[in-house]
């Protein structure tokens, strides 16, 4: 049977959406609000439309950093990329208590740092017990067919061919790229052999991924 990426990856998003691994969820939380950054919108809109979010439950759904009313009876799944900026907003949301419960779901690994910087923040608004769970769900990338995926990294050619580019872009640049390779393995299920030539960009995306 062919591998198919574009399902897997609707099963994972699935299951996300129905608030844990098992599929089943308690009553009271069969509706949801679901909260992304333009990324994760990106890498959700070509596998759930409307339709389908509202099978999972999601009767709303809306960008992080919009202006966002209340829905104080109801959870809320944000689906974001792991950046200071976003898990500021979070933190300020938790701090309003704009939802009753939130599961928060990072589309790629987030750093211990960024971490201990929400710690901060939701200790100090004394918000910590709002947060249900944080998830890492490996799934920066965008399943375009069953077997073609894109990672949505704009300018690419460009970064990696211009003159002047520094090694710390270039180390963000790789880093970036090897999240939404190690993403894509995530999906399919399966350990890859890595090959590449040496001295140059593949060897370091290979050491990075």
Known sequence: MALN???KQV???????TLGQSGVEDFSDQWKVLVYDNDCRDIISPLMNVGALRDKGVT?????HSDREPVPDAPAVYFVRPTESNIKRIAADCKKKLYRAVYINFSTRIDRSLLEIFAQELVASDSVGTVVSIMDQYLDMISLEPS???LNMK???ELLNAKGVTEQSMKSYMTRLAN???SAVRVMGALPI???PTNGAAEMLAQEL
């Open 5 to 7: 990426l574009r399902s």
């Open 148 to 150: 073609l995926f894109s």
């Open 60 to 64: 709303l759904h809306m960008l992080l």
């Open 155 to 157: 300018n690419s050619f």
């Open 180 to 182: 939404g390779l190690l």
């Open 11 to 17: 099963s994972i998003l699935g299951k996300m959406l």
């Open 194 to 196: 890595i090959r590449a």
